[in-house]
């Protein structure tokens, strides 16, 4: 297996009081139709932050306000190696449309044990 560098990828945990945005991916995708904390690849001379609101935006059609930063996760396997950062973040916009994925569940972390995650994304949910 070639070593590649970890790439950096941001994930928004998005709350609304107890609930959680989970996002389940498109089947079409890599880990398809796990479910994970929605966001994407941080692109060249582009912060986290600014990453993270460009992705939400082209995923979810909204805006988001970013709080603060909870947790970072390696995670390596075959295909894949990256460093994902998890920020907790609320929405300032209300309606969602859905351009990546194939739904998507506001959650209490309680239920999170009835959801299969992509790895990383189920780690961290003891820490939010």
Not at 6 to 35: F, T
Not at 70 to 99: P, W
Request: proline share 2%; charged share 30%.
């Amino acid at each position: 297996m070639h070593q590649m560098n970890p790439i950096d990828v941001v994930a928004a945990i998005i709350k609304r009081e107890d609930y959680y945005l989970l996002a389940k991916r498109n089947k079409d995708k890599y880990m398809g139709l796990k479910w994970e904390f929605p966001g994407g690849k941080v692109e060249q001379n582009e912060s986290f932050k600014e990453a993270l609101s460009r992705e939400i935006l082209e995923e979810l059609n909204v805006n988001i306000q970013i709080h603060s930063k909870v947790a970072e996760e390696r995670y390596q396997d075959e295909e894949i190696n990256i460093t994902l950062h998890y920020y907790i973040c609320s929405l300032i916009d209300t309606d969602i449309v859905l351009s990546e994925h194939e739904a998507i569940e506001w959650v209490k972390k309680q239920d999170f044990l009835k959801y299969e995650f992509v790895p990383g994304d189920g780690d961290i949910t003891s820490l939010i």
